[in-house]
């Protein structure tokens, strides 16, 4: 821990200096007075329930937590985003209200009723947090309906820009995802089923808000390639790295670990002219209404969106933190952000609406019936 205002307060001054805070003192004093009665009352309570999935980057982030406040325990109740739903409808039906936050992907805060989710921003106590400067895109990201409670924590990029078979298909030769329309790929492209959840197939969301791709992109990618498409994880890359297939839509899980045991597979080496998929995973943190320990999870939110718990965050869960001014040291040059290339912040509240993804699936549809591949 680094001292600054986690523990005992420092110096008005050094404190300035630290954050680069200019704010009028009595600002400074406001938010300091909140910050400390915050960490008193959380240390009270004791304890922070959160529901989220089985994932030991989060047991690593409490650890590093719990070295400055070990009076703060954590219940972790792991499951899947959708059971969580259920059963916080079913504890609040019956008026109990049992957990503090929900942790896990996107799609985990699409359900939830306004009034569920706490607005996030009235809880966030900590300058340097609210400096729109130390996050991507200049501003804080929101996975939920409301835009305001989910937040979106990391971005990862990379591995949704395809895969390619390395022995068989030099990158250089496609810079647009238009260039797959061209006949000497027709038959040797694979993707994950765009209107199966997970695996990938989210690529064509990408693919469906884009103005440069879109509906046309879709119904051609879909009808005149032969394009094989898959409902399994392993079956993709098994494709790329037999050379059924030289180019995959799809995760890039199994992709690393197929590289990793030699096979002649990669995620694509660099981003497309269209621009490239930022996203996915456990990327988001949300706050309940009437949560049981308001200060500790207020506590835990504030220092997890911090400089030093970012920095934690990436470290542990591999993936680029949307906090821009931490040290990206620890991460592969691609798996950065780049200056120059338009992401689509998959994650994002617009896109996790139902009409959108019907609308995709109806294009999806229709094209493979056209293909005579409908199923």
Known sequence: MNGRYYGKPVAFVSLCLLLGFSAPAGAQSDWKKQWETTIEAGKKEGEVVIYGPHNP????????FQKSFPEIKFNFVPGKGADHYQRIVAERRAGKYLADLVMGGSSSFASFLPGTLEPLKPLLLLP????????????????????????????EVGTRRGSYNTKLLNPTEIQSWWDLLLPKWKGKIGSFDPRVAGGGGETFLF???TPALGHKFITRILSETDIQLTRDL????????????????????????????????????????????????????AVMS???????????VNWVLSREGQTAWQKYAEVNSLRMDIPKSDLAPDDVPQKGVNYFM?????YNDQA???????????ALRKSGKAQ
Not at 57 to 63: F, I, K, P, R
Not at 346 to 350: A, D, L, P, V
Not at 356 to 366: F, N, P, S, W, Y
């Open 290 to 300: 009437k949560a049981p320990h308001p200060n500790a999870a207020k506590l835990f």
């Open 207 to 209: 693919f469906y808000y």
């Open 346 to 350: 998959i994650n994002s509240y617009k």
């Open 128 to 155: 340097e947090i609210n400096d729109s400067s130390a996050w991507w895109d200049g501003k804080l990201h929101f996975a939920d309906p409301q835009n305001q409670a989910a937040i979106i924590i990391s971005g």
């Open 57 to 64: 980057m989060y047991q690593q982030l409490w650890g590093v």
């Open 234 to 285: 392993q079956q993709g890359t098994d494709w790329l790295g037999q050379g059924k297939i030289l180019f995959y839509i799809g995760s890039g899980q199994p992709i690393m670990k197929a590289k990793s045991q030699f096979l002649p597979v990669d995620l694509f080496p660099h981003p497309l002219k269209e621009g490239e998929v930022m996203g996915g995973g456990s990327c988001c943190m």
């Open 356 to 366: 959108g993804r019907k609308a995709l699936h109806q294009i999806v549809e229709d």
